[in-house]
């Protein structure tokens, strides 16, 4: 138990810049302290103490913000950061070295008592406000970019982003990754090769010389430049 506190202590060194020293980490960051108290829940859980587990789970929840239910699996070094609102639904799974921020759900899309809830692979980043629900997987090194609502398996080392949750990469290696702002945007992605194609339209149909509308299409074009450049301040394309 004190080697497990001590290396959880080491990775949150290791992984939070704000941290200064092991006495504080120790006595103020509540996301080690609801993994600690899961661990002690989780044992009772699995002796069939699932009323204590519970009441122990509560207890976590009510000091840390964080709710872990005891029956879910929980590897090393797992770091809860800024863990308010955090919930880990009972048949989750979450491997080694993972790091989740506030906000993350891993929740479950059954009433049946039966594996509901995502397997997250080992090395995962979970970004802010996350939300992974049902029976899916999450492949080793992958990144869940912040506010992103993922319904399907990505495999290992892909960076899923938006929602539903798209698969926008599988080139992530496993490291030590804080930069959760340098995620691909799809979306605009796809809005600017429409923007590129009406652009080539637009320039075919000056081409031709039609002189019928001719006010008419100017102020078409006119009014679209102006709602791309609207839209594009808004959504940084």
């Not at 194609?197 to 509308?213: F, H, K, P, V």
């Not at 100017?218 to 679209?224: A, L, S, V």
């Amino acid at each position: 138990m004190f080697e497990r506190v001590r290396e959880d202590i080491q990775m949150v060194m290791l992984r939070d810049p704000a941290a200064r020293s092991k006495l504080e980490v120790f006595f103020t960051y509540p996301g080690l302290h609801a993994i600690w108290l899961y661990k002690i829940a989780h044992r009772l859980w699995i002796s069939n103490h699932h009323f204590s587990a519970s009441i122990l789970s509560a207890i976590a929840r009510f000091f840390t913000g964080i709710e872990i239910h005891p029956g879910a699996i929980i590897g090393k070094r797992v770091f809860i950061d800024h863990g308010m609102g955090v919930v880990i639904g009972e048949t989750a799974e979450v491997g080694d070295d993972v790091l989740i921020y506030q906000g993350v759900v891993l929740g479950g899309t059954s009433l049946e008592r039966k594996k509901r809830h995502p397997t997250i692979g080992s090395g995962v980043v979970i970004g802010s406000g996350a939300k992974i629900i049902g029976n899916i997987t999450i492949g080793d090194c992958s990144k869940i970019g912040a506010g992103s609502v993922v319904l399907k398996s990505a495999p290992m080392g892909s960076t899923v982003v938006g929602i539903p949750g798209r698969n926008v990469k599988e080139e992530r290696k496993c490291a030590i990754d804080l930069d959760h702002g340098e995620l691909p945007d799809p979306i605009a992605e796809v809005i600017k090769l429409i923007l590129k194609r009406q652009d080539e339209m637009e320039n075919q149909i000056r081409a031709l010389g039609i002189s019928t509308s001719t006010l008419k299409m100017n102020e078409i074009f006119e009014r679209k430049s102006e709602i791309e450049e609207i839209f594009s301040e808004g959504a940084g394309i």
